[in-house]
Nanobody
Framework: EVQLVESGGGLVQFGGSLRLSCAYS????????IGWFRQAPGKGREGVSG????????YYADSVKGRFTISSDNAKNTVYLQMDDLKPEDTAVYYC????WGRGALREGLYDYWGQGTQVTVSS
């Protein structure tokens, strides 16, 4: 059974940092890609960052380039999203998801499995 569990969200001040974790089970990172998406109140879900299977490629939304970094730790079956220089507009529920074709691009429709999400709130 595929499972994804996000953690690491919380309340942080403008300019601060958080590291989100996505612990996955039921598949190998050699085969599946992992993506991070977010949904702010009243808005649709948007892609933030993705990492293809075996970490061959990474993808970032323009709004987070230079501030967010995605990485993987195969030994811990975990993908991380390091978020620096956070802004109030980064406030959202953040989800990780698995793409069974290993692509990792930032299109919601590519992803088959989703976690429950973790709240990130950035105060101004």
């Amino acid at each position: 059974e595929v499972q994804l569990v996000e953690s690491g969200g919380g309340l942080v001040q403008f300019g601060g940092s958080l590291r989100l974790s996505c612990a996955y089970s039921g598949f190998s990172f050699d085969d599946y890609a992992i993506g991070w998406f977010r949904q702010a109140p009243g808005k649709g879900r948007e892609g933030v960052s993705g990492i293809s299977s075996s970490a061959r490629s990474t993808y970032y939304a323009d709004s987070v380039k230079g501030r967010f970094t995605i990485s993987s730790d195969n030994a811990k079956n975990t993908v991380y999203l390091q978020m620096d220089d956070l802004k109030p507009e980064d406030t959202a529920v953040y989800y990780c998801a698995a793409d069974t074709w290993g692509r990792g691009a930032l299109r919601e429709g590519l992803y088959d499995y989703w976690g429950q999400g973790t709240q990130v709130t950035v105060s101004s």
